[in-house]
C-alpha cells in the first residue's frame, strides 16, 4: 500500500465520521438545543416551538395541551454538507497536487481531530 493510499483511507475516515455526525445531528433534534456545546451550531439552530391543542367539541373552544420545542436542524445539515462537500475537493487536490509530505502534514491532523469527534460522539 503506497502513501498515498494511505491517505486516501484517511479521507475516507473523514468521510464517513462527516456524514455520522450529520446522523447524530439529525437523530438528536430533539435535544439539540439543550446539549449542542459547538457555540457555531447553536447559532445555526433554530429554535421551533409546536402547541399542542386539543378540541372541546361540547364548548366549541380550544384547549392547550402541551408545547414541544425542538431544534430545525435544516440550515445546520446544510452547512455541515457543504463544508463536507468543499473539504473532500479541497483533500483531494491536496493528495493529489501537493508534495507527500504536505498532503500528509495536511490530512493526517484533520484525521486526528475526526478521531476524536467519533470518540466524543460514541462515548
Known sequence: MTHKHMLQWCICFIISVCVYDIYVTVKTQDCLMIYEENP??????????????????????????????????SLLVLVKTCGLVVSLLLM??????????????????VALVQLWLLCYLLF
Do not use: W, Y
Not at 42 to 60: F, P
Open 92 to 109: 483531494q487536490r491536496i493528495v493529489h497536487g501537493c508534495s507527500l509530505k504536505i498532503a500528509a502534514m495536511s490530512i493526517v491532523p
Open 40 to 73: 457555531i451550531a447553536k447559532m445555526l439552530l433554530q429554535e421551533t416551538h409546536i402547541i399542542v391543542r386539543m378540541h372541546d367539541a361540547g364548548s366549541q373552544t380550544f384547549n392547550d395541551i402541551s408545547v414541544h420545542c425542538f431544534a430545525d436542524v
